[in-house]
């Protein structure tokens, strides 16, 4: 990225071993979201992708080269959650190797996915993200091989990536349809013949709010934390919804600031609601999360269950007035409307003595 000492560098290698090709594969990550980064940070990535392609690039036109290789990233091609510097970067590699070409001057830009054993996705956290997201690290024997298959067939900007298109494509279309991978048949359902039988409607379709609306109370709030609990799950690569529990907070499973992202993301495009990125810090747990998007969902309806409105009565002159309660519900009731619910349906909330209270039983 130091244009002198490229300069100084190049003009020091001996006469009789002269530069015949150019790889450039250094990279430097600083990722975050976009309301983070600043002119500095931005620079620093720049520096090391951007900048120093064009130094090599003006300081070695002039030379009989037979490759200049590019290692860009997949981040460039297809984008990556919380790199936008990094990837504004390495999308200036593909179109530096478009422009070279198009002055007839060798250039071959790679647009790499994470590589194993030693790559910039090392990390193991990164590297967890990278997987969960259908996109593991590849073999580094696997990587020299495309390659070399790349500068074989002198090609002039390609992808290379070991990807795992169902996971991949689900993940990648989680929160908002995309026509990038439109005409890939992979991963897709195929057409329905013609004149078959469309399937029915379910009971599940129309908006969440409709089908909220439809059930009671603790329902409602079933249904809003099973939601929640699975979208947590996909963000953080577990199995299923049973691996996280509710009251366990966000920063405890493991969240960050890209996760707390695509967890809103996710549960915006599930909600159809339009969250804030603030999301998991202002409900620090799935419980707290479900009862939030069940008022934003509902409003005012929230109170409303089976028909049976909840008694309401705005007052201003009330002497008394009650600003917090603390409560031992039945039957697995965990609030005052929940208790009004199982009244006025008649349940039956009777259950086993307890057997730590060290009563005599018998």
């Known amino acids: 990225a130091d244009r002198e000492a490229l300069a100084e560098l190049l003009a020091g290698l001996p006469a009789e071993l002269p530069l015949t090709a150019v790889i450039h594969a250094a990279g430097v990550l600083d990722d975050g979201l976009v309301d983070a980064l600043d002119a500095e940070r931005m620079e620093r990535v720049l520096r090391a992708k951007a900048a120093s ?51 007839g001057l060798p250039a071959t830009s790679i647009a790499w996915g994470p590589w194993a054993d030693g790559g910039m996705a090392a990390d193991e956290a990164l590297e967890r993200r990278m997987r969960r997201d259908g996109v593991p690290p590849m073999a580094p024997e696997s990587a020299l091989a495309a390659l070399r298959q790349a500068l074989d067939l002198d090609d002039t900007a390609v992808t290379v990536a070991d990807i795992d298109w169902d996971r991949f494509l689900a993940e990648f279309t989680a929160v908002r349809p995309s026509a990038l991978f439109n005409e890939l048949p992979v991963g897709r359902p195929a057409p329905a013949a013609e004149g078959a039988p469309r399937p029915a409607t379910t009971a599940g379709s129309g908006t969440l709010a409709e089908r909220l609306s439809g059930l009671t109370r603790t329902e409602r709030t079933q249904a809003l934390l ?47 609601l339009r969250l804030p990125a603030t999301l998991i810090y ?80 018998a």
């Open 53 to 103: 392609a064009q130094n090599l690039h003006e300081l070695t036109r002039d030379l009989d080269l037979s490759a200049f290789v590019l290692f860009s990233s997949l981040a460039g091609s297809v984008g990556a959650a919380g790199q936008g510097s990094y990837a504004a970067a390495n999308a200036y590699l593909d179109a530096l190797a478009e422009r070279r070409r198009a002055e």
């Open 226 to 272: 099973e939601l929640v609990r699975a979208q947590v799950a996909a963000v953080l690569g577990h199995g299923g919804a049973e691996a996280v529990e509710a009251g366990r907070a966000f920063k405890e499973l493991g969240f960050d600031s890209l996760t707390a992202v695509e967890l809103r993301n996710r549960l915006n495009a599930a909600t159809g």
């Open 282 to 361: 202002d409900y620090p747990n799935a419980t707290a999360l479900a009862d939030h998007l069940r008022a934003e969902l509902l409003g005012a309806d929230a109170a409303v269950t089976g028909g049976v409105a909840a008694p309401t009565l705005a007052v201003s002159d009330d002497p008394i007035a009650i600003v917090a309660m603390s409560c031992r519900f039945p039957g697995g009731v965990r609030s005052p409307e929940e208790l009004w619910e199982l009244l006025t349906a008649g349940g039956d909330a009777i259950a086993a003595f307890p057997s730590d209270r060290g009563w005599d039983l």
